[in-house]
């Protein structure tokens, strides 16, 4: 759980971080003596951490597609949301601990953490970077990103030399053809918020939920009945581009602060990356872990609970998204 929250300092995506820390965590978990499918619903759940604690992609491109409302309120503002995650898993892992009498090893020695702390100071310095920068206003949130890889690029090249000039280029090409679709994304999304405006379907949308109910938390809940469905079958940023437009008018009207509206929407949409049928994060744990998706699935069953218990909280106490930001930035 720590590793995922240190790792979303430095990727922002939960896929990456299931991808990138899955085989180191699961093979060190069954070393230890844990069994494989525990290791990897541990893994796969922790992941979902990565996009709620800055840097978040999924909180910009909520930003980007509401408008009117801070990237940089949004990416602190899952700070606290993201460590309460963080915890209530914990708890759950704690549980299973002792149920099934897992193994326990000695804490380690203060000399250990203090060398290991050291071997890892200069990785550990990336969010600190990008926290640090946009929060003290040297750069903004977009400028962070290109520091922190800048950062990232010095490391692995010139300081660890872990990389080839030859990876880089692959590495380069990659991250090209990356970008490359999620700009015809963003370009299909332009065109997508003036057919709304045009046709006024988020007014249509907003009228026909308040034909229901007019209650901030009663219409708070039936989002996130909404977003969970969402999240089973829709891609993240697509589910974001396609439905914030029409959510923000009524969020307005209905004076629920965006800044806390997108950290909900964004742990929903974590929470089905978690859910088949399009469960990316299962799928990605289930091939790190090597295991079918059946166990996958059998496996990550009760960590769902944390989870909800976690959204809730995020979704009844608007204080523990809005708090941080409110306090930091004015």
């Known amino acids: 759980m720590l590793a995922s929250i240190v790792f979303a300092g430095m990727s922002g995506s939960a896929v990456a971080d299931a991808a990138g820390l899955g085989t180191i965590e699961i093979r060190a978990m069954e070393n230890e003596g844990f069994d494989r499918e525990f290791s990897a619903a541990v893994t ?89 920068g946009i929060l003290s206003g040297v750069f903004t949130p977009t400028e962070g990103a290109a520091v922190a890889s800048l950062y990232a690029f010095i490391l692995t090249m010139i300081v660890y030399r872990e990389t080839t000039w030859k990876d880089f280029l692959l590495i380069l090409r990659d991250t090209a053809k990356e970008s490359a679709s999620i700009m015809f994304i963003v370009c299909a999304s332009s065109l997508y918020g003036y057919l709304l405006t045009r046709t006024r379907l988020p007014n249509q949308f907003m009228n026909a939920i308040f034909t229901v109910t007019q209650n901030k938390y009663l219409i708070l809940l039936l989002l996130n009945v909404f977003f969970l469905v969402i999240g089973c079958f829709m891609e993240t940023n697509a589910a974001l581009i396609i439905l914030v437009p029409i959510l923000t008018p009524m969020a307005n009207a209905l004076g629920i602060d965006l800044l806390h509206l997108g950290v909900m929407i964004v742990l929903n949409l974590m929470i089905g990356l978690l859910t088949p049928p399009v469960g990316m994060c299962l799928y990605a744990t289930a091939k790190v872990a090597d295991i079918s998706l059946d166990r996958m699935i059998k496996a990550i069953l009760p960590f769902y609970v944390p989870l909800i218990i976690a959204l809730l909280l995020v979704t009844f106490v608007p204080g523990i998204v809005t708090w941080l930001p409110n306090a930091l930035i004015h």
């Open 44 to 132: 796969a759940a922790s992941s979902t951490i990565g996009p709620i604690i800055p840097p978040s992609i999924p909180l910009i491109v909520f930003g980007v597609s509401a408008g009117g409302v801070s990237i940089a309120k949004l990416l602190i503002g899952g700070v606290v949301p993201g460590v309460l995650v963080g915890i209530s898993l914990s708890i759950m892992v704690f549980y299973f601990a002792v149920k099934r009498n897992y193994p326990k090893s000695k804490f380690p020695t203060g000399k250990k953490i203090w060398n290991d702390f050291k071997s890892a100071f200069f990785p550990l310095l990336t969010p600190v970077i990008l926290i640090g």
